[in-house]
């Protein structure tokens, strides 16, 4: 069943993608099955098991299942000094 989803996209994940967020559609169950989907559009460098993710704000497993309107936004490790 396809449902709608609001990702955000920060550092290079946003390099790569073009985006900062976006509205899609995916019939995705989960994150990391929405994060492979998104991965194979955009090309993406980074692996799931090397991400965080927020559910509404939340942060949240990987395999946590995915709601309709649920708003995504996958972390990507930070580096800095």
């Given at each position: 069943m396809n449902q709608e989803y609001t990702i955000k996209y920060y550092a290079t994940l946003r390099?790569?993608?073009?985006?900062?967020?976006?509205?899609?559609?995916?019939?995705?169950?989960?994150?990391?099955?929405?994060?492979?989907?998104?991965?194979?559009?955009?090309?993406?460098s980074l692996k799931p098991h090397q991400l965080r993710v927020a559910i509404n704000n939340q942060f949240a497993k990987m395999s946590v299942p995915l709601k309709q309107n649920d708003t995504i936004v996958f972390i990507p490790p930070v580096a800095g000094g």
């Open positions: 390099e790569q993608s073009g985006f900062s967020e976006e509205k899609i559609t995916s019939s995705a169950a989960t994150a990391e099955a929405l994060f492979d989907e998104l991965a194979k559009k955009y090309h993406f």
